[in-house]
Every structure is written in structure tokens, then in C-alpha cells.
């Protein structure tokens, strides 16, 4: 009888450096049964309970998630052009987003992180269409490269935040 290879153990410290190395992207949002997917930037908290995302309420992505929140947010190590990218970390997150108001208690403490890890967007915070945004994941899906994908889920991504 031909057994399985044994499932590869989750490197938290590789999904670590994709969730703290990366700025940048992908948001999938739905309206009209229709899914929509854009690029957003976002920092993540240290303990990597939730993404912020500062988003114009004008783009289609904000107007989507504001009728649904459930959405899913993907990020993967940048592809330089060599190798196989199937090789790449990547990870897909499903959760869900919520505005945060500027008079919530946290407002200055998720702009400061967010200005931290994205500097330029300083400007950004003086238009009155722009709003901060807490995405928390519930579940998802880390892939380490071609053949070795685990399930994640709000514990293993605080495991991972500890590494």
C-alpha cells in the first residue's frame, strides 16, 4: 500500500515575514452577486489580529464592503522573475471589515501604525472620502509553495505573530 507523504509543518516564521514584509494587497469584495477584486494597501497590528486599510469611500471596493463586509484580503512574497513562483508564500484571508470612526479610541493608534508602514500616504488623511478600515480575519489559506498549503485561522496567525 503507498502511504502519503507527512504534511510539512507551517513555517510561522515564514508567514510571519510575508504578513510584516508586504504593503500590498489583494482585496476581494462582492456587490450584485458579482465578485471584484482590487489592490489596497494595509498594515498589519503586531499581534496580527487585523489589517488596516485606509480606503476612499469613492472606489468600488469601499461601496462593496460597505453593503457586505465579509471579504477576503491576499498577499504574496513579490515575484522577481526567476524560478517557479509557485514557490512564492502566499496567503488568501476571509474575515470581515469594519470602519473605524476618527472619534473611536483606537483611531490614533491604527492611523500612527498605518502611517508607519506607509508613510506617504500622510496626505491621504486630509481628503474626507478617505477612511481607516479594520479588516479581522477568521480563516484562511497559507501556502509555503507548489504542494504545502495549511489552514489558518485567528490563533494560528497569533502563533505566527509570536515567532
Known amino acids: 500500500m503507498q502511504t502519503q507523504p507527512a504534511m510539512k509543518p ?8 510575508l504578513l510584516r514584509g508586504q504593503r500590498w494587497a489583494c482585496l476581494g ?5 458579482k465578485p ?20 476612499s469611500r ?4 469601499t461601496r462593496n464592503l460597505e453593503v457586505e463586509p465579509a471579504v477576503s484580503l491576499a498577499l504574496s512574497e513579490p ?10 508564500a ?11 470612526s476618527s472619534d473611536n479610541p483606537d483611531y490614533a493608534r491604527l ?19 478617505f477612511s481607516l478600515f479594520r479588516f479581522a480575519p477568521q480563516s484562511g489559506r497559507y501556502v509555503e ?6 489552514a489558518v485561522n485567528a490563533e494560528k496567525l497569533r502563533a505566527a505573530a509570536d515567532v
Open 90 to 100: 502566499r496567503l488568501t484571508l476571509e474575515g470581515t471589515i469594519e470602519p473605524v
Open 36 to 55: 471584484y477584486v482590487s489592490w489596497v494597501a494595509f498594515a498589519v497590528e503586531a499581534d496580527f489580529s487585523c489589517l488596516i486599510l485606509h480606503l
Open 10 to 17: 507551517m513555517d510561522h516564521g515564514r508567514l510571519a515575514r
Open 79 to 88: 515575484d522577481d522573475g526567476q524560478g517557479d513562483p509557485q514557490q512564492l
Open 145 to 150: 509553495g507548489f504542494a504545502s498549503s495549511h
Open 29 to 33: 469584495t462582492q456587490a450584485d452577486e
Open 111 to 129: 492611523k500612527a501604525l498605518y502611517l508607519q508602514r506607509l508613510p506617504d500616504a500622510e496626505m491621504l488623511f486630509q481628503f474626507s472620502d
Open 58 to 61: 469613492l472606489a468600488k471596493h
